[in-house]
């Protein structure tokens, strides 16, 4: 009954723009810190951005600040993840968390493809 369904990945030119949407339902979305995480092939999964539950502070990876923006609309219990000037090393499948405390929710992941 718990699901994460994240939309809005594809194929885009280095440079180019994507918009990642993760849709929850199931669970009381504003009590949770969400999270969007990625892992390429040979390579672990790393954390990408997070915003708390209410205070809507965020965090970032090195790696994508001032290029990815992550956001949260409580009333239609959705996260996003905004990408812009996309590059090669940002190829990836893109998965949605919820987490509180010791409780952890995952999407099954977009995959997002930078050209080139």
């Known amino acids: 009954q718990v699901q994460l369904v994240e939309s809005g990945g594809g194929l885009v030119q280095p440079g180019g723009s994507l918009r990642l949407s993760c849709a929850a339902s199931?669970?009381?979305?504003?009590?949770?810190?969400m999270k969007w995480y990625r892992q390429a092939p040979g390579k672990e999964r790393e954390l990408v951005a997070a915003?708390?539950?209410?205070?809507?502070?965020?965090t970032y990876a090195d790696s994508v600040k001032g290029r990815f923006t992550i956001s949260r609309d409580n009333a239609k219990n959705t996260v996003y993840l905004q990408m812009d000037s996309l590059k090669s090393e940002d190829t990836a499948v893109y998965y949605c968390?919820?987490?509180?405390?010791?409780?952890?929710?995952w999407g099954q992941g977009t995959q997002v493809t930078v050209s080139s």
């Open positions: 199931g669970f009381t979305f504003s009590s949770y810190a």
């Open positions: 968390n919820a987490v509180y405390f010791l409780t952890q929710y």
């Open positions: 915003i708390a539950p209410a205070s809507g502070r965020t």
